[in-house]
Nanobody, 115 residues
Framework: QVQFVESGGGLVQPGGSLRLSCAAS????????MGWYRQTPGNQRELVAD???????TYADSVKGRFTISRDNAKNTVYLQMNSLNAADTAVYYC?????????WGQGTQVTVSS
């Protein structure tokens, strides 16, 4: 059973950058299209970006040009490089397949953008 563990969040000032990492357990990571999602309390999870097994990426309009998703299949890891962060990016960030596995949600990693 595949599981995902997020890391790399924290407190950052507006305009700053963070890189999130998602480590996958299991033996079939390479076949999944992977996504980064974010959520604030009371809201639906939003798909921020996804990347196919072959490296083709898609971004939500809200992050296009600022965020970059990538993956290293040999390391079973997906990354989200976040630049030019603003307060609207504050959320808990999760990784999962795209579309998500119901049992694939981890604890997420908190990103807080504040001055």
């Amino acid at each position: 059973q595949v599981q995902f563990v997020e890391s790399g969040g924290g407190l950052v000032q507006p305009g700053g950058s963070l890189r999130l990492s998602c480590a996958a357990s299991g033996s079939i990571f390479r076949i999944y299209k992977m996504g980064w999602y974010r959520q604030t309390p009371g809201n639906q999870r939003e798909l921020v970006a996804d990347v196919t097994g072959g490296g083709i990426t898609t971004y939500a309009d809200s992050v296009k040009g600022r965020f970059t998703i990538s993956r290293d299949n040999a390391k079973n890891t997906v990354y989200l490089q976040m630049n030019s962060l603003n307060a609207a990016d504050t959320a808990v960030y999760y990784c999962n397949s795209a579309p998500p596995l119901r049992n694939g949600w981890g604890q997420g990693t908190q990103v807080t953008v504040s001055s």
